[in-house]
């Protein structure tokens, strides 16, 4: 099912950020086309990339307590197809859940994942709904008649948001999914700097690449010009605000045209990609109380590097 039909919303988006005089931005939902998708995935395979391991590690440790807390014959509802890694072992946690509906905005690196837990999984079905997970009203439409809803969002996305649109995602989540169901949630907790920012400079640079490539998405909904080699990946850890930021900074000085706007880089002017904020367990707990959630269940692993949490909508 596609219902991502935001062509010109988007063209308005990039532009806004763009054009904003005090920092150039482009939101991080546009590194998900299929190669973006690939490139993520490859991401979670480094070695430097501590959080898909560490999640993992701790989603094979919690499955019987999961199996204790969740309902039989559930609907799953994942926000953002990731990787298939998560998504199996969460599903074996699960018994017997009826139906399986993957949410994400790239078309064919989400049917490829739900083809594959289709084949896996046979006597489950497998919804995939092409779509932005901010799209509350029509995601509402397609679950209002789910029954026993258990949502599942990994890999610290919600890190990607600012603590106060974290918490307008996590209400619409409540919404979307409705009362007495259930959200399982990963989240990247504070730790050292080297750490994290080891975790987003690579040696491979395959997280260069992945930023880079926002800029050919950007070509595609626009029809704009960008070139890759005219910018160059940063990424570093703001402390006093928690989080990683990602950044592309521009080479030289040049001019480019979208939808007759022009467009003007200086060298060394950078275009914010993206932010990962880091929380402490607690400030997360606070958070969720303010979202239309409660905290059933926390887990982390050996390190204390990951945090999951088993949340149920007041």
Do not use: W
Not at 56 to 63: A, F, S
Not at 162 to 168: D, G, R, S, T
Request: glycine share 4%; net charge positive; proline share 2%.
């Amino acid at each position: 099912m596609n219902i991502n039909n935001q062509i010109q919303d988007d063209k308005k988006l990039i532009l806004q950020g763009l054009l904003n005089k005090k920092q150039k931005y482009l939101l991080p939902k546009y590194f998900y086309d299929e190669k973006g998708s690939k490139l993520f995935n490859k991401i979670t395979n480094l070695k430097e990339y501590y959080p898909t391991n560490k999640e993992l590690e701790i989603l094979g440790n919690l499955q019987k307590e999961i199996r204790k807390k969740l309902p039989i014959h559930s609907t799953i509802v994942e926000f953002g197809s990731g990787s298939n890694k998560k998504i199996n072992k969460f599903i074996k946690s699960l018994i017997k859940p009826k139906e399986y509906i993957p949410i994400d905005i790239s078309k064919e690196y989400l049917f490829e994942n739900a083809s594959i837990i289709a084949k896996k999984f046979s006597d489950l079905k497998v919804t995939a709904i092409c779509a932005d997970f901010s799209q509350t009203n029509r995601l509402n439409t397609i679950l209002k008649n789910k029954k026993k809803i258990v949502s599942f969002f990994p890999g610290s996305t919600i890190g990607n948001y600012l603590p106060k649109n974290a918490k307008k995602i996590l209400k619409n989540f409540s919404k979307i999914i409705g009362k007495n169901s259930y959200l399982v949630i990963g989240v990247d907790l504070i730790k050292n700097k080297k750490t994290l920012e080891n975790a987003y400079n690579d040696k491979l640079r395959v997280t260069a690449k992945f930023n880079k490539n926002i800029l050919n998405v950007v070509n595609k909904i626009c029809n704009s010009k960008f070139q890759t080699k005219d910018f160059e990946h940063k990424a570093f850890y703001n402390l006093k605000k928690n989080r990683i930021e990602m950044h592309l900074i521009s080479k030289k000085n040049f001019t480019l045209k979208i939808n007759k706007k022009n467009i003007k880089f200086t060298k060394d002017e950078t275009i914010h990609t993206e932010n990962s904020h880091k929380y402490s367990k607690n400030n997360f707990v606070k958070l969720v109380n303010k979202s239309g959630f409660k905290v059933l269940k926390y887990f982390t692993d050996k390190k204390n590097y990951f945090g999951v949490f088993l949340l149920k909508v007041k």
